[in-house]
């Protein structure tokens, strides 16, 4: 099976503490804020490419949120039913929202309003540009608005460094270099082949290297 571990490593659990924020410094500071109910804005939006980290943000919010005792719910193309009772409500890809979902995001985002909640929501595009209702695409730009930027290479390469160092083993910089050319380019594809990388070197009872990620990529036939 040692062929299929690059196929099903999982991805590491995404928390506020673990993503990377690069350009997004302020992003990751509001969206802390919000979680711990310090944000003095109660609506924000994130926006950005597939594979920028939404997901990551989103549900690292509701975790921190929910470590900090407040009730999260949570959704990913729809809207959570138990919105009802939750302080912090977070919907992921709005742009999935079918024609019902849609209202049951205006009606939650008004009751937020009324009742002190916050919602943290996020899609592909800017509020203006998405497929929704225009009262909802209204609500949505109401808030703080967040383009996520992506990750330059040296950075992803130093977040690679920064893992391996947490999982306790070193990491030489041609790895991540030979990653970022020979595997997918998203951050939590990196990570995955990160983490698969290291239990094959256990397994293996060989040195983290070049030659040894190559023999793992070409017994995944890659």
């Not at 926006?47 to 919010?61: E, F, V, Y």
């Not at 039913?81 to 985002?109: K, M, P, R, T």
Request: negative net charge; charged residues 20%.
């Amino acid at each position: 099976m040692k062929q299929l571990l690059l196929h099903f490593s999982p991805d590491p659990v995404p928390s506020l503490e673990n993503f990377v924020p690069g350009r997004n410094a302020e992003l990751l500071h509001s969206v802390r804020e919000l979680a711990n109910g310090l944000c003095g804005e109660r609506f924000v939006y994130l926006w950005g490419d597939g594979g920028s980290g939404k997901s990551h943000l989103l549900r690292g919010a509701a975790a921190a949120a929910w470590s900090a005792g407040m009730e999260v719910c949570f959704g990913s193309g729809e809207v959570p039913e138990e919105s009802e009772s939750c302080g912090l409500a977070v919907v992921d890809d709005v742009h999935l929202l079918d024609g019902g979902a849609q209202i049951a995001l205006f009606n939650l985002y008004n009751r937020l309003r009324d009742e002190g909640g916050r919602l943290l929501a996020s899609g592909p595009c800017a509020p203006a540009q998405l497929p929704l209702r225009p009262d909802v695409v209204t609500r949505l730009g109401w808030g703080l608005i967040y383009q996520l930027h992506g990750l330059a290479d040296e950075e992803k390469s130093q977040a690679l460094q920064a893992h391996a160092a947490a999982r306790g083993f070193r990491l030489p910089p041609e790895v991540p270099d030979y990653l970022l050319r020979h595997w997918r380019r998203d951050l939590p594809s990196l990570l995955a082949a990160l983490e698969a990388l290291d239990r094959y070197s256990l397994e293996n009872k060989r040195a983290v290297t070049v030659p040894l990620l190559r023999q793992l990529m070409q017994e995944g036939e890659l």
